[in-house]
């Protein structure tokens, strides 16, 4: 049985060293010396050989924007739209339901959400004034729009 190459060689480690310090790309890096990308990145992991963050392009193509400047998301337009600034103490604040609805009352100018289990016979909607543009009044949409309420369901 042949043994198999070793894929770093005393040539290779060199070529790769020699590369890296001026400056060539991990893709460069790996065309040139005939390995994959992920080999060289390793390699240069194992060799604890990094780089020095500078003005590398994704850092130039984020300088667009003021410091700290973030793209708004749709989810804190709304929330920006309902309350301005985020409040902490918003979730406290209680809810009324005093103009609860049927689904056959339900229409846009009335809260949409539900109450109770569907099926229960206590179902209705909320029925409260909506906030303009968007389907809950003020408190439901706090409620439905908290920044970091996804819950991550585990995968099987």
């Given at each position: ?45 194992r ?16 300088t ?77 949409t ?15």
């Open positions: 049985m042949l043994a198999a190459e070793p894929t770093w060689t005393v040539e290779r480690v060199e070529r790769l060293k020699s590369r890296f310090e001026a400056g060539l790309s991990c893709r460069d890096i790996a065309n040139d010396i005939g390995v994959s990308r992920n080999a060289v990145i390793g390699k240069l992991s060799l604890n050989l990094t780089r020095e963050k500078s003005g590398d392009a994704r850092r130039v193509a984020r667009d924007a003021p410091k700290g400047h973030r793209p708004r998301t749709l989810r804190r337009q709304m929330l920006l739209k309902l309350c301005g600034e985020p409040q902490p103490d918003a979730d406290d604040e209680p809810i009324h339901n005093g103009h609860c609805c049927s689904l056959l009352e339900l229409n846009d100018e009335r809260c949409r959400w539900p109450i109770s289990t569907p099926g229960a016979e206590d179902f209705c909607f909320c029925g409260n004034r909506p906030v303009e543009g968007l389907p809950y009044c003020a408190g439901h706090r409620l439905a729009y908290r920044p970091g309420s996804r819950q991550r369901v585990p995968r099987g």
